[in-house]
């Protein structure tokens, strides 16, 4: 079955401070894996994309296929950082996605 | 500019009162979805259409209807609303011309059925 799995519902970390939100995913196939984010009262947005392997804002997410995973991670979070993260996946085609649960990040001062 | 737009932002309605929420992108893109988001769970995927009169459910259909008439248009169609269809929707659009996709967000339709 398609599942993107987001263990952590909430995650508080302090300005500074690293922060590794966790996505893992079942796909019998080869996915396209992304992180899309939600900052207060806006607009879902794409944050990144494992097949460019950029990094935006400091996250960077590395795609790792044995452990299926696609954790999401910033060496220094900052506070402007708060918001709702979803990792996702696309299967073959790239429409049909399947969204985690969210994980919303909340950084402390 | 590029966007999706959806309307209304906020809708209020009454149990079995048909409505519809409109959604227009001006990106000229091939697919659009639609997509519930409630607490815990998530976004769930409602319809999507690969292109004009193309469309297939998503993971939680039952409920809804989706039309897709022209390509810039995709509204939602819910003939007969009930309580549980209090949500949050999203409407997306995306392309693959440049190889990969990503999708583009409405601002949200947040609907009360009572």
């Known amino acids: 079955a398609q599942r993107v799995t987001q263990p952590e519902k909430l995650l508080s970390v302090f300005k500074g401070a690293p922060v590794e939100l966790k996505c893992n995913y079942s796909?019998?196939?080869?996915?396209?894996l992304f992180w899309y984010v939600q900052y207060s009262r806006q607009r879902l947005q794409l944050l990144l994309r494992?097949?460019s392997r950029e990094s935006i804002k400091g996250f960077t997410a590395d795609l790792n296929k044995g452990e299926t995973s696609f954790h999401l991670k910033k060496p220094f979070a900052q506070e402007e950082d708060s918001a709702m993260y979803y990792c996702?996946?696309?299967?073959?085609?790239?429409?049909?996605?399947?969204f985690g649960a969210g994980t919303r990040l909340f950084v402390k001062a | 500019e590029a966007q999706v737009t959806q309307n209304p932002r906020y809708l209020i309605t009454v149990t079995g009162k048909k409505l519809t929420v409109t959604c227009s992108q001006n990106?000229?893109?091939?697919?659009m979805s639609w997509y519930r988001q409630d607490p815990g769970l998530g976004l769930r995927q409602i319809y999507y259409?690969?292109?004009?009169?193309?469309?297939d459910k998503g993971d939680v259909p039952e409920g809804y209807k989706v039309s897709r008439k022209e390509k810039r248009n995709f509204p939602l169609i819910l003939e007969s609303p009930s309580p549980n269809q209090t949500s949050l929707y999203f409407c997306?659009?995306?392309?693959?011309?440049?190889?990969?996709?990503?999708?583009?967000f409405g601002q949200g339709t947040r609907l009360t059925v009572v």
């Open positions: 997306a659009s995306s392309s693959r011309a440049r190889g990969f996709s990503e999708a583009f």
């Open positions: 796909y019998s196939g080869s996915p396209e």
């Open positions: 494992h097949i």
């Open positions: 996702a996946l696309s299967g073959t085609g790239g429409f049909k996605t399947i």
């Open positions: 990106m000229n893109h091939e697919y």
């Open positions: 259409s690969m292109n004009v009169e193309v469309t």
